[in-house]
């Protein structure tokens, strides 16, 4: 390993989260979320400029409803037309992209850090940063958790409070805690 701790992040190569750079990208972070959490709702439009600046990519149209959370901003990608309710948090130590037109429930979690096995590590700092890739046209229901390192295909559903730990294929509905398809029933 070589390089910064944030090439190291950008890389998916473990690295310690406790940088003075990563700290500072974070205090702009939330900054950015702050400005736009405490807009006056008739002001917000569809988001703060702050945020909107923030993000590595912004499609037309997107929506980000008070209160919203981010650890970066600048790795995720949002496809026009997005809709995040309101509580959705964005851990994106990873890349996160998000595909046009897909809707994400009130207090949905995508987590992509994942820390340390080892005790003494991870109180160092020790992590490493997953991707998370939602396609197009995906519905994610209220309270679902997104870990680190899955991709869920186009057209997609995740059910209400899933814990999405594997890939989801395009047009599966999956729920659950792990998240399982959801199985058709034929009358």
């Known amino acids: 390993m070589s390089g910064s701790e944030r090439d190291k992040m950008a890389a998916g190569e473990w690295y310690s989260c406790l940088d003075d750079e990563l700290d500072a990208l974070r205090?702009?972070?939330?900054e950015a979320v702050h400005q736009?959490?405490?807009?006056?709702?008739?002001?917000r439009g569809n988001?703060?400029?702050?945020?909107?600046?923030l993000f590595g990519a912004v499609g037309d149209d997107v929506v980000i409803e008070a209160p919203f959370h981010c650890s970066y901003g600048i790795n995720?990608?949002?496809?026009?037309?997005?809709?995040?309710?309101?509580?959705?948090?964005?851990?994106d130590s990873g890349r996160v992209t998000i595909g046009e037109r897909t809707m994400l429930g009130p207090n949905v979690q995508i987590y992509c850090a994942e820390h340390h096995k080892d005790a003494v590590l991870r109180s160092q700092g020790l992590e490493v940063a997953r991707p998370v890739v939602i396609g197009s046209h995906v519905w994610i229901g209220g309270g679902a958790i997104i870990l680190g390192g899955v991709s869920i295909g186009d057209g997609a559903i995740v059910g209400a409070g899933s814990?999405?730990?594997k890939d989801v294929p395009p047009g599966a509905t999956v729920v659950g805690n792990p998240a399982r398809p959801l199985r058709r029933q034929t009358i």
Do not use: D, F, K, W
């Not at 736009?36 to 002001?43: I, K, Y």
């Open 36 to 43: 736009h959490n405490t807009m006056p709702p008739g002001e």
């Open 47 to 53: 988001m703060a400029p702050a945020l909107r600046a």
């Open 76 to 91: 995720t990608s949002l496809g026009a037309r997005v809709y995040l309710n309101a509580g959705c948090t964005i851990l």
């Open 163 to 165: 814990v999405v730990t």
């Open 27 to 30: 205090l702009t972070a939330r």
